[in-house]
């Protein structure tokens, strides 16, 4: 499963949901969070795409906990890691960097437009 790949394509009442490419015929794909192996993960041929597999993993609760938690999909014969998910609970979104990065978005769209201002004021 060397040349693997695993792409998310959505997260949907609480079902992570991927498509995992070039694993060959028997994949050993297995997602961990912290030092705990998660069950429930299923792989399923896409008729449409050879070669393809629609993978799902519904979210346990269990995991849900304050601040950040991350899954890690990884063959389980190599240790590789294909992909991951973040999940961020419980954290006021002015901890969030996320919400930094905007922050600091807004401030220099301001200071953008002041410095815009000064230069049409001082050019005339």
Partial sequence: MAEASLTKTRVRAGIWEGVLTGAGDSPALEVWHLDQK?????????????????????????????????????????????????????????DDLRAEIDLLRAELDMLKRAFRRHCLETAG
């Fill in 38 to 94: 998660l069950p429930g993960l299923t792989l399923t041929p896409q008729p449409d795409q050879p070669g393809s597999l629609a993978v799902q993993l519904p979210i346990p609760a269990a995991i849900l906990s304050e601040g950040v938690q991350t899954l890690l999909f990884r063959d389980s014969g190599s240790g590789q890691v294909l992909a991951h998910f973040t999940i961020i609970t419980g954290v006021a979104m002015e």
